[in-house]
């Protein structure tokens, strides 16, 4: 049996998964003929678990017990908006887990979002296996473009303890534009424009024959067709409310009335003028029963989310910004997402980019298509398609006065490295902490913590003589590698940080172990977010410190979009008509999972962490141990031990050990200029890393640093002299060697680069003519 | 171009990394146009990209992967007028790589070095027009701009501004005709 790799689009609402085979792309339907399966977990009072549209229709008998829009939780820390959010209009129990993770409270049990969602992967993993007649282990899931890294990691373990091997987290614009552009032999640039069920992404996308280049991409993932539901039950519930003096949001029974209510009048609206909602009985009041009946047209619905709409080109102004295009340089528009059916939407679309958008892409289901697209691709023995993503974020490292600094700016291409130069804020420090953020604010707190590390173990001399270059590294396979090196020593340290998922390795791999992915225990669940959401909280430095531990974190380098799932009920009409009612006996085609069923398929064997693991010698040193002052993390940050010991034999690859030096990376001379890290001792009261001011920020910024340490004399010349030298090089002895003179040119070294600069012949000219 | 080269020529390669300069990692001369820019990125990527090369193995992927993030690295400092200007005249004084933040500072202060103006007539004109900009007078602050212009010739953000102001000015005649 040839091994098959699905794409799955894991959506907020609706979920879709497709397969790329003999040339052909199909979306592959559920047991009951439907493109698409809500992604909704119902649990039931016998045990049992419900997922899908089957589940999706228990809401109303069950709303406690049943569990929608997971989507808008995971990867989030308790205290986030967003789960204030939910909290508040969700009728399910969302309650706070360890470490300010989010858990779902179902009876006496507690699940973590990871957990929720591997429930949906495995139906949909179920779905294909039926359809297939084979088992499924391979699976290119989508995530929103502008998902932070947690979110990303989460989906990823999601898919994990469903049994599933992610051969790559996609960016479900950048699936939606391979669907789109795949094989074509176009030459465009687009704009997708896609609205889920609770994000929105833009992405502007290059496509050439093979090459799929995203220009930029940006998105708001508080916004999505949840948010036009929710603005017809308000509009519903306050009439209601003024009319009968009846708070249908206190009834979570009514309350999910109204909900599907408002949500199916919304996708009448993309085919009809006007819909009615009539919901008989919604409420007993005063022995009276109480009805909802309210007429809409598409006017008045338009009048009430028209905010919503132009938010979307707010960010769509954004996009095309950071592209440097306007919408005259763009060749087409794609809509994806459920709510992109809405008449009023395509209209605003048309207007906004002055061409009406591509209308005969299934706006359901070409995430799902892109998905399996890119799975076939990276299975495949030859590639077929390349995709230049970007990261969405901006990812930054924590300095002093509570700032985050950038180390490598959104929308910037993947793979890449960038490495930035700290240095000591005390005379003799022995440790750093280095703290990692994803987001756009300049107050670091106000940014996602991704994790944070600490780094010992450097010469130790006076404050700012020491120089650390913290090196991000962002592979297009999503993960984002930090490492710490001391350019004087060669002394280096990275650290994998994988515990954003709220899942720790060990975590999955018992759950994996157990066999028992239907009824995750609790146990295995606990801290989603852990040690991030401290230090997010401003508490004192948590993690352990690890000898030469590599440090990874998941990013969203990769390409997405959010294909909102569509409109089962649609769908369901065409397909069911269609030949393709198959009643098959199989798993998948039993929607219900037997909690205790083991998975009927061979569950991979827990994808050892991808990267390191790697046995080659570190070059690192030993990092001694500081003494910790704090006595430590929580159990899932030490998490990794299997892995954290290990040298990582990328850190081997960037730091040879034969190298006598760091890896001398010309120093970012004018404008970055060199933070300091600040002692851990420190760390309580002011803040980690101090920068020393940009150049062309001139003392302003400085000062301004000094002043937020108190209590720490730190002559502002003394930071501009080092911020300085980075343009003498002649300056202090730590100052890198330069490149030529660090002993790394050997005579092979110089052969290799005349033959791959083209002297020789062969391969490389042809390399050469191409290029010409 | 996906099969370039053997693996012990990527090994090689990655060795020899920090020896080259953007261009040469792109592979174009560094006269190459925007476009030819962006079309070498793309055939590089075609060559390096690490998905294309999973059945290596962990060292040699390793090597391509380093590959493709300096290419990415190249492209992203090379794809950008200012940057480029700034990469350019660090590669003037020997300098091979140039992080993206650093291209970026060194580009933002020969920015405002320009929009203070170079000589002594530029800058007295230069400022000038900033007066008049300020009392929202765009037709002699276009004047003491084309003035300043004629002192610094190279200056790209005189020109850039020039032309910004010429588009104002021409879009409020619009809208007064219009009315």
């Keep these: 049996m040839a091994d098959v790799a699905i794409g799955i689009d894991l959506g907020t609402s609706n979920s879709c998964v497709a397969i790329a085979q003999d040339r052909s792309v199909e979306v592959i339907p559920n047991a009951y003929g439907e493109a698409t399966s809500a992604s909704v977990v119902a649990f039931r009072e016998d045990g049992t678990i419900t997922v899908g549209n089957a589940a999706k229709a228990n809401i109303i008998h069950d709303p406690v017990h049943t569990v929608y829009s997971s989507k808008r939780l995971i990867g989030r820390y308790f205290f986030s908006e967003e789960v204030k959010k939910a909290r508040a209009i969700c009728s399910y129990r969302i309650v706070e887990g360890p470490n300010h993770s989010v858990r779902i409270q179902i009876r006496d049990d507690q699940y973590s979002l990871p957990e929720i969602s591997a429930l949906v992967l495995k139906e949909m993993k179920a779905v294909a296996e039926a359809h297939l007649g084979q088992p499924v282990t391979k699976a290119v899931v989508t995530v929103p473009a502008y998902f932070n890294d947690n979110q990303r990691q989460a989906t990823k373990d999601a898919a994990r303890v469903a049994g599933l091997e992610v051969l790559r987290i996609l960016n479900e614009p950048t699936a939606a534009a391979l669907a789109y552009g795949f094989g074509q032999g176009l030459t465009q640039k687009v704009a997708i424009y896609d609205l889920g069920g609770g994000t929105f992404d833009i992405s502007v996308l290059e496509i050439g024959t093979d090459v799929f280049e995203v220009l930029s991409t940006c998105g708001d993932t508080f916004l999505g067709g949840d948010d036009f539901d929710d603005r017809l039950i308000d509009l519903l519930a306050d009439e209601f409310s003024a009319a009968h003096g009846v708070n249908l949001r206190k009834d979570p029974f009514a309350f999910e009335k109204l909900k599907v209510a408002a949500e199916s009048a919304k996708k009448n609206l993309s085919v009809d003028d006007e819909v009615e909602i009539r919901i008989p009985g919604i409420v007993e009041h005063d022995g009276t029963s109480l009805s909802v009946e309210r007429r809409i047209a598409q006017d008045e619905f338009a009048g009430l989310v028209m905010d919503l709409v132009m938010r979307t080109f707010k960010v769509c102004d954004e996009a095309l910004q950071q592209a440097n295009l306007t919408v005259r340089d763009l060749d087409g528009v794609i809509l994806v997402g459920g709510p992109t059916r809405l008449p009023l939407i395509r209209k605003a679309v048309g207007d906004y980019f002055q061409q009406p958008p591509k209308t005969n892409i299934d706006p359901d289901e070409v995430v799902a298509k892109g998905a399996a697209i890119h799975a076939a691709s990276l299975t495949a023995p030859e590639q077929q398609a390349y995709l230049l993503d970007v990261t969405p974020l901006s990812l930054r490292i924590g300095v002093a006065g509570g700032l985050a600094e950038t180390v490598i700016e959104r929308n910037t291409p993947v793979p890449i490295e960038q490495t930035r130069t700290f240095t000591t804020f005390q005379d003799f420090q022995e440790r750093v902490k280095i703290r990692v953020y994803q987001g756009e604010a300049r107050q670091s707190e106000e940014n996602e913590m991704l994790g944070q590390f600490e780094f010992a173990g450097f010469r130790k001399a006076r404050r700012g003589e020491v120089e650390i270059d913290v090196t991000f590294a962002i592979d297009s396979d999503g993960l984002v590698r930090v490492t710490a090196c001391d350019r004087a020593t060669g002394q280096q340290a990275s650290t994998e940080i994988t515990l954003s998922s709220g899942l720790s390795e060990e975590e999955i791999e018992d759950i994996l172990e157990k066999g028992d992915t239907d009824r995750v225990q609790t146990a295995s669940a606990d801290d989603l977010i852990a040690g991030e959401a401290e230090t997010a909280l401003d508490t004192p430095p948590e993690m352990e410190i690890q000898p030469a531990p590599e440090m990874e974190i998941e990013t969203p380098s990769v390409p997405g979009v959010d294909p909102e799932p569509p409109v089962a009920a649609d769908v369901r009409v065409e397909l069911s008509a269609g030949a393709d009612v198959r009643v098959e006996p199989s798993a998948a085609a039993d929607v219900r999972v037997e909690p205790s069923a083991a998975p009927d398929v061979p569950v991979e064997p827990p994808a050892a962490p991808e990267v390191n693991i790697a046995p080659p010698p570190a070059p690192e040193v030993h990092v001694e141990p500081p003494a910790a002052p704090q006595p430590v993390p929580p159990p899932s940050r030490e998490a990794t031990p299997s892995v954290a010991p290990q040298p990582s034999s990328n850190v081997a690859a960037d730091a040879p050990a034969a190298r006598p030096r760091p890896p001398t990376t010309p120093r970012p001379a004018a404008g970055p200029a060199a933070p300091r890290l600040e002692s851990l001792d420190e760390m309580v009261e002011i803040d980690d890393l101090d920068i020393l001011q940009n150049l062309d920020e001139g003392d302003d910024a400085g000062s301004d640093e000094l002043e937020l340490m108190e209590g720490v004399e730190t002559p502002p010349a003394e930071l501009r002299g080092a911020a300085l030298d980075l343009e003498e090089p002649e300056g202090s002895p730590d100052d890198p060697v330069p490149l030529d003179a660090h002993g790394g040119v050997d005579e092979a070294n110089v052969k290799a680069r005349d033959a791959y600069l083209g002297d020789a012949g062969g391969d490389l000219s042809s390399y050469r003519d191409d290029e010409e | ?179």
């Design chain 2, 1 to 179: 171009m996906s099969d370039v080269l053997a693996p012990t020529e990527i090994l090689a390669l990655a060795n020899i990394l920090d020896e080259l300069d953007y261009y040469q990692v792109l592979h174009i001369d560094p006269g190459a146009s925007a476009a030819q820019v962006r079309q070498a990125f793309h055939a590089s990527s075609r060559a390096f990209h690490p998905d294309a090369n999973r059945h290596l193995d962990r060292e040699h992927r390793e090597a391509i992967t380093k590959i493709a993030r300096r290419i990415t690295e190249a492209y992203t400092v090379l794809r950008d007028a200012k940057r480029r200007r700034a990469y350019d005249e660090g590669r003037g004084t020997g300098q091979r790589r140039m992080q993206i933040a650093e291209a970026e500072a060194r580009a933002e202060q020969t920015a405002t070095a320009e929009l203070e103006g170079a000589t002594p007539n530029g800058r007295r004109y230069s400022a000038l027009a900033r007066q008049d900009l300020a009392r929202g007078d765009l037709a002699a602050a276009l004047r003491n701009l084309q003035t300043a212009a004629t002192f610094e010739p190279g200056n790209s953000h005189f020109k850039a501004t020039i032309q910004d102001l010429k588009e104002q000015i021409e879009a409020s005649r619009r809208r007064q005709k219009a009315i």
